[in-house]
């Protein structure tokens, strides 16, 4: 944020704008439509009936204005009704879709950053025998591809009677990512002894001083990266993919490509398509819109990955 | 294991013979008056170990050991030794997977680094709005799977905005998705547009450690902007760019989830990724052993590239120092 004021102060040269620099905005701005024209043309789509559609596809209003796309990805239309809108009629519900989005991710986030942030303490702050050769481990598991573990921990999933559940999605994940450990502990390092030694002194003891002292100093990078792992399990869909077959343990981007999948014999239900889209979508976004400002500013200086 | 073994007492001649600096050893003394914290680590790292043990390196392992199996998930591995790794080095689909693979890299990464460096300059260069940058950034917030669903609309043939606009110009319409040769490149573009936003940011943050006065006495100079980055911009961000550059490699060969909901590894396997051919093996034909053998290749590649580009780039160093 500092940077950003003195930076703009110290640039004196805003002289009259050279054609180069006309230039460059009106590339930035086409960058910026092709970024967000999908976006409208997602809720565009969904308001329109999939008739109108056909009839005007270039029209950039939405045409034959309807919320029958988000009935149907909502499951409140009847098949008969969704039929004749263009829907296939297979009862997709995304309410429950998205609850058990938002368990999964929600499992995922919260475990994972409070045992990382607890493992990444106990290699910043803890002085144990080997802690060395455990974190050259874990820095290690940064190099193997999450794809990798995949079929593996499909089997051992299996194996111990998940597969099908929402425990089973959020399992892999939960414990820790060796990423997520080492961002936390290169934050855990750079606090000064100073604050740590002071609490000792009033007679914290470890456990006090990493739930009262360093957890709360860390609130910003454990924002930052719970976030952007919120972000990361609500879109995963490889795994969720393998270890999900039925409404109870499936999550959005599941559904959205089963029902991408179901074609009807007149051509696509793009509206009810672009609804489920919106919703698997919309939730992100209004997550991200709180937290913008820190994130934005978080990768692009620190460069968290 | 480490932990178990640390019980306090026996660590404490150890901790005597090593150590040199003067406030390591205050460091040491002051552990061995509060008895070290070995039980206390033990505590902490516990849930993280047990996570890392079982769902990281088990599995790595047990990867590696499934790929000289014969497996069909029903019945217990049995070990056929190199048997599958004879059968994948003469599977034609294995070898043209990995080629569409490459080549999907290639016109991924290429665009999406160009486009990444254009931006994240003209974002240091014009603007710096935290505003903007996040902009760049929503894309990034859909999965792949919504951004291969919306793109599959706009591409569409006959109904897609895109294709329509195509046709005003007085274009042809292009099959985008459904042509053996448009299949690939529009997959590269898709997730171009939708992963450039965090490559943008993470070569930003680089950007921003280019102290401002280079670029001021440049100018002094009469330098101009183009020349200024070739001089200035881009031999100082060549580490930040180097790493960039591993990492979203290594993310671009994992495609699947775009494949999977536009093209379904189609036409006449024009998209068959290895990821997704490894798929169909371990999920449509049950063979497990195999699919973890193509793995395996996989991960081995991965790990030639990140060496190679690692060395060539000498990524390790910085020019700022």
């Known amino acids: 944020m500092a940077a950003v004021t003195t930076t703009t102060t110290v640039r004196p040269t805003r002289r009259r704008p050279s054609i180069g620099r006309i230039v460059a905005w009106a590339v930035m701005a086409a960058i910026l439509l092709i970024t967000l024209l999908p ?15 056909a009839a005007h596809p270039g029209d950039p209003l939405p045409v034959g204005l309807t919320a029958g796309g988000f009935e149907r990805a909502l499951g409140l239309q009847s098949a008969k009704e969704a039929i004749a809108q263009g829907g296939a009629g297979g009862g997709l519900k995304f309410w429950r879709y998205l609850l058990n989005s938002v368990i999964v991710s929600t499992l995922i986030t919260v475990c994972q950053i409070f045992f990382s942030a607890m493992a990444a303490f106990a290699f910043a702050r803890l002085r144990w025998r080997g802690r060395d050769k455990v974190f050259g481990l874990f820095l290690a598991g940064l190099m193997v591809p999450a794809i990798f573990t995949l079929l593996p921990n499909f089997v051992l999933i299996k194996q111990l009677h998940l597969v099908d559940t929402l425990l089973g999605i959020a399992l892999p994940t939960m414990f820790m990512t060796p990423f997520a450990v080492f961002f936390l502990r290169q934050f855990f390092m750079n606090v000064p002894r100073e604050v740590e030694e002071a609490a000792l002194l009033d007679g914290a003891g470890k456990v006090r001083i990493f739930f009262r002292v360093l957890l709360p100093m860390a609130s910003t990078p454990v924002l930052t990266l719970g976030v952007l792992t919120y972000i990361t399990s609500w879109n995963d869909y490889f795994w969720p993919l393998m270890v999900s077959y039925s409404d109870s343990s499936r999550v959005l981007t599941v559904a959205l490509a089963i029902f991408r999948a179901q074609t009807p014999q007149t051509g696509y239900d793009w509206s009810g398509l672009m609804a489920a889209t919106l919703i698997a979508a919309l939730p992100m976004l209004v997550l991200f819109g709180f937290f913008a400002r820190r994130i934005v500013s978080t990768i692009s200086f620190t460069g968290i990955k | 294991m480490t932990i178990a073994s640390s019980s306090p007492p026996s660590r404490l001649p150890l901790r005597g013979a090593e150590g040199a600096g003067t406030e390591q050893r205050t460091g040491r003394a002051k552990a061995r008056e509060n008895g070290g914290d070995g039980r206390l680590a033990a505590v902490f790292i516990a849930p993280a170990l047990l996570g890392f043990t079982v769902f990281l390196l088990w599995p790595t392992l047990r990867g590696i050991y499934l790929s000289f199996t014969r497996f069909n998930l029903l019945t217990p591995a049995k070990w056929v030794g190199l048997d599958n790794y004879v059968r994948m080095v003469h599977d034609p689909i294995f070898w043209d997977s990995l080629k569409v693979t490459v080549e999907y890299v290639v016109i991924n990464i290429g665009v999406q680094t160009v486009a990444a460096l254009a931006i994240a300059v003209l974002l240091q260069r014009l603007t710096q709005s935290a505003v903007l940058r996040g902009i760049v950034l929503t894309p990034y917030l ?21 294709n329509q606009i195509i046709g005003a110009l007085g274009f042809d319409h292009i099959p985008f998705l459904a042509d053996e040769h448009w299949a690939i490149p529009t997959i590269a ?3 171009v547009w939708r992963h450039v936003g965090y490559t943008t940011l993470l070569l930003f943050a680089g950007l921003m450690a280019i102290p401002d006065d280079m670029y001021e006495a440049a100018r002094v100079d009469g330098a101009s902007e183009w020349r200024m980055f070739w001089r200035i911009t881009l031999p100082l961000l060549r580490p930040v760019l180097a790493v960039v550059l591993i990492m979203t490699v290594i993310g671009s060969f994992q495609v699947f989830d775009t494949v999977a909901v536009t093209t379904m590894g189609g036409p006449a396997n024009a998209t068959n990724v290895l990821q997704y051919y490894i798929y169909g093996a371990a999920f449509g034909r049950f063979q497990f052993g195999y699919a973890s053998a193509m793995s395996v290749a996989l991960l081995l590649v991965l790990s030639a590239i990140t060496f190679l580009q690692y060395r060539l780039t000498r990524a390790g160093q910085s020019d700022l120092g």
């Open chain 1, 39 to 53: 976006f409208y043309w997602i809720l565009r789509t969904a308001l329109s009936t999939n008739t109108a559609l």
């Open chain 2, 142 to 162: 859909m999965s792949n799977v919504v951004a291969g669903v919306v793109w599959l609309w706009i591409l569409d043939t006959q109904l897609g905005i895109g």
């Open chain 2, 189 to 191: 573009l898709i997730n």
